[in-house]
């Protein structure tokens, strides 16, 4: 697949200058005929084989984010400007990952990416080096890692594939991430056929550091010296970037498939990474850095020097490899894992690699910082390379691809669940109610959360099942921060541009519900073929809609990643995009947990409860139903919400709270008492019917449970505050009771609930 | 009664931690002068019947599907005698090829 393999002289520019009518691959390395020609028209010749390789990776879909680039701009643009959220931001877009300040001298960074298709392929392997890539995004900012969580998305949880899929993907997890000693604190698990073809992967990774330790990637100062240093350069994934973001595997003329030669991460190989790399930073010996995921070598060379001040000479057959036969273009489109690139000022070079050797992480200067603005590369002396960084990096096309709302939009979101037949006797809802919670979405999720390692590190104050995971930062302060990701993609089918306010709204009402306050978003937007106006239009809406809710609740987006092709013929995904909100908490012991721990609590629903079922749990399992609108938001609701939760826990007023969502209430009640191992008695509010009061999926509504010497006090501050709060019941005795209804003892209730997936997939 | 040997190893471009750990220790226990180690697995299977082209098929089959992860390992299958002397799958049916071009 390398381009040299079509010619065995080496191709330099010498020889590219003499040669300008020779064939390159340049379709099968995935570049469109206009794009080759603006490569041509960029250099004023024909590229070499070599820049060819570096063209075709960083301007695939996957680096360059050529279709998506003009509608992600809203997430700049449309940022809030004032607020907790704003003036906390010490790092925005465009770096490795977003930096936070969270007080006390402590900043926090945090970004979700995408490792799909390779997942998809190999299971473990792909999951495992999702882990692997978003940890060193993390370290490269000059932050310590300090949990992990995944965010997933199978097809139909009973369907042969998803049996092979889904065990790899948790093994590889649990494998890469236990290995290397990081919590896994929480995520999702979603079951849905339209992901069958392709399971969606997403990796959020968090660190810590202090505000001066932050560090940007960039090659400044002349005479400064390139270090490789972490793996040596094997033939793996090459041609992965330009090729993981193409449509399909197969190739349709029936030869061989240009499937992704997978890649094999080594997670002790990272953890050494991760010592040298901090101590490199706290020694002070570093001015810039990068990690090499996709696209690999041509990735870190070409955006170091374009956001550095000079150019940049890298001599390429010094190198270190694990196959000595590799060509340049390979190694240069080599996605090897846990490899980064360090600038480092001559007079600290050896210090450097004092601190690689010490962590037996193979080191090599392989190139300089130069005053020109060319980015050089050479093999044995001879120039390969000779090229503008940034017209590699930066200025790859940029599409304004057409988009048109589907013409099925109408249909789908006229299909209106109310004509569903629905439970009315007390029989009939507790035969939904079982129905729900032992359905593969509701399910618990412990027999895969329990493979990960989630207390790791020793400050895992909070984790999977709870609303939002929750890491201490500071032991003797307690300062902590709140992690929650949410994504519905339902609810974004039936309406993208609600579904994407509908995922921040969730994700930050979780982060609430534990008593954080949300600050920051990152973002992972999982999308169908952008040469489809339908699934273009689906990611241009999800766009404006985040961008929108974002400037409404004041937590500006720092970063994240765009995933589309994530399409299997004409079948795409349903839009997902996974919102991952970061809140802060100035004492991690005052945080609420999820769990009715104590007889005697009074449950309060706060929020009101209106009749929405499009998209809900409920269509989908008694009926199989997708249709009709999504909840509503209203984000000043959300807000207020958050406020109560946020002081209910820090005064003291809570002593669980719970988040209403997929599912409703009736969910979010029997979570809450099988986390507690107490049951609850429930009375259906006067004027609304049993049935909307258990299922409807409103939002904007969180479940509470006060002690009683708290009640007048909490009660007050609803009512000052304006937010509906309803007094549903008590935590009470051994059942779930629904009052005149149905009774659900728990034993029953835990046998359904946790039953599914170790029956599915254990 | 025949023994049917499939060995199992990670593509060459493959990265192996596992070898590569091994690789390393060997100097620090005094073995010098081994550049690489790669390291792969080994199956045995005893087979009840003659070894025809039919049971080959379907080792190769279960080797294919199950014994080795074909997206990033290659197998090859080998019939073990009575003495003990291994004999490659005879060239020609299906199962003698191996499961790097398969």
Redesign the interface.
């Given at each position: 697949m390398s381009p040299q393999s079509h010619s065995h002289t080496l191709d330099t520019v010498k020889h590219a200058e003499q040669t300008p009518e020779a064939e390159l691959p340049w379709k099968e390395l995935g570049l469109k005929e206009d794009e080759y020609a603006r490569v041509r028209e960029i250099l004023g010749r024909r590229p070499t084989g070599a820049e060819l390789a570096m063209y075709s990776v960083m301007w695939s879909e996957h680096c360059s984010y050529k279709s998506s680039k003009v509608h992600l701009r809203q997430f700049g643009e449309k940022a809030p400007t004032e607020g907790p959220g704003a003036e906390a931001m010490l790092v925005g877009i465009g770096e490795q990952a977003g930096v936070v300040d969270v007080g006390q001298g402590y900043a926090v960074t945090f970004k979700v990416e995408s490792h799909n298709h390779p997942s998809y392929?190999?299971p473990y392997?792909g999951a495992a080096t999702g882990i692997g890539g978003i940890v060193r995004d993390i370290i490269a900012m000059g932050a310590r890692p300090v949990a992990a969580m995944d965010p997933l998305r199978f097809g139909a949880a009973d369907h042969p594939d998803t049996k092979r899929v889904l065990p790899g993907v948790v093994a590889g997890i649990g494998g890469y991430g236990n290995c290397l000693g990081l919590p896994n604190i929480g995520g999702e698990v979603v079951f849905d056929p339209c992901y069958q073809g392709n399971p969606l992967v997403n990796a959020l990774c968090v660190g810590v550091m202090k505000h001066e330790d932050i560090h940007l990637a960039k090659a400044a100062g002349t005479g400064n010296k390139v270090i490789l240093y972490g793996?040596r350069t094997?033939?793996?994934g090459i041609g992965g970037a330009s090729i993981l973001a193409s449509e399909t595997f197969e190739d349709t003329a029936g030869k061989p498939a240009k499937?992704p030669?997978?890649?094999?991460?080594?997670p002790?190989?990272e953890k050494l990474l991760i010592e040298c790399t901090l101590e490199a930073f706290h020694a002070d010996l570093v001015v810039g850095i990068q990690d090499l995921g996709a696209a690999g070598l041509s990735c870190a060379t070409s955006e170091l020097a374009s956001n550095g001040s000079g150019g940049m000479q890298v001599e390429l057959d010094t190198v270190p490899l694990?196959?000595s036969s590799l060509s340049p273009e390979e190694i240069l489109m080599s996605e090897?894992?846990e490899r980064m690139c360090a600038v480092v000022e001559p007079e600290k070079v050896d210090r450097f690699l004092e601190i690689c050797e010490k962590w037996?992480v193979t080191a090599t200067v392989v190139g300089e910082v130069t005053d020109g603005d060319r980015l050089e590369i050479f093999w044995h002396g001879e120039k390969i390379v000779d090229v503008d960084p940034r017209t590699v990096a930066h200025e790859g096309p940029v599409y304004e691809r057409p988009y048109a709302r589907p013409d099925w939009q109408d249909a789908l979101q006229a299909d209106d669940p109310a004509k569903l037949p629905r439970p009315a006797s007390g029989e009939e809802l507790r035969a939904a109610t079982l129905a729900l919670v032992s359905s593969p979405n509701q399910a618990a999720k412990s027999w895969i959360t329990d493979q990960y390692d989630r207390y790791v590190l020793g400050d895992t104050v909070l984790a999977q099942p709870e609303d939002s995971g929750m890491i201490r930062i500071d032991a003797e302060t307690g300062l902590g921060v709140a992690v929650a990701t949410d994504g519905n993609g339902r609810y974004a089918k039936l309406d993208p541009y609600e579904g994407a306010r509908l995922a921040l709204a969730e994700s930050y009402r979780n982060v609430a519900a534990t008593g954080a306050r949300p600050l920051a978003v990152t973002d992972c937007l999982n999308f169908g073929s952008p040469e489809d106006p339908a699934a273009m239009w689906q990611f241009a809406e999800a766009c404006r809609g985040l961008a929108d809710a974002c400037k409404e609740l004041g937590t500006p987006v720092t970063g994240g990643n765009v995933s589309l092709y994530n399409q299997t013929g004409e079948a795409a995904i349903h839009p997902t995009p996974v919102v991952g909100v970061l809140g802060v908490i100035d004492d991690v012991t005052r945080r609420t947990p999820m769990a009715f721990r104590d007889e005697g609590l009074l449950i309060y629903l706060l929020g009101e409860t209106k009749e929405e079922f499009g998209g809900s749990a409920w269509s989908q399992v008694a009926h199989g139903h997708l249709g009709g609108r999504p909840p509503q938001v209203d984000l000043e609701r959300e807000r207020l919400l958050a406020e109560i939760l946020i002081s209910a826990s820090r005064d003291g007023m809570a002593d669980a709270a719970h988040d209403v969502s997929d599912g409703g209430v009736v969910q979010a009640l029997a979570e809450s008492c099988l986390k507690g191992g107490k049951g609850a008695r429930i009375v259906v509010p006067d004027g609304l019917d049993p049935f909307v009061f258990l299922f409807s999926e409103s939002q904007g509504r969180a479940l509470v449970a006060i002690p009683r010497s708290e009640e007048v006090r909490f009660t007050d501050m609803c009512a000052a505050r304006g937010m509906p709060a309803a007094r549903i019941g008590v935590v009470d005795g051994e059942a779930l009771e629904i009052q005149g209804r149905f009774t659900l003892p728990l034993d029953e209730l835990r046998r359904e609930h946790e039953a599914t997936l170790p029956g599915l997939f254990g | 009664m025949a023994r049917v040997v499939v060995d199992v190893m990670l593509k060459p471009e493959i990265l192996d931690p596992q070898g590569q750990a091994v690789q390393r220790a060997l100097p620090r226990l005094g073995f010098e002068g081994v550049s690489d180690v790669r390291q792969g697995k080994r199956f045995e299977l005893e087979v009840e019947g003659p070894v025809d082209g039919d049971a080959l098929a379907r080792i190769h089959e279960l080797a294919e599907t199950f014994l080795a992860n074909t997206v990033i390992e290659d197998f090859t299958v080998r019939v073990q005698d009575a003495d003990g002397n291994e004999r490659p799958v005879e060239a020609g049916t299906d199962a003698a090829s191996e499961g790097a071009v398969a």
């Open positions: 392929v190999e392997q793996a094997g033939g793996d499937r030669a997978v890649q094999v991460g080594d002790f190989q694990r196959d090897s894992q037996e | -």
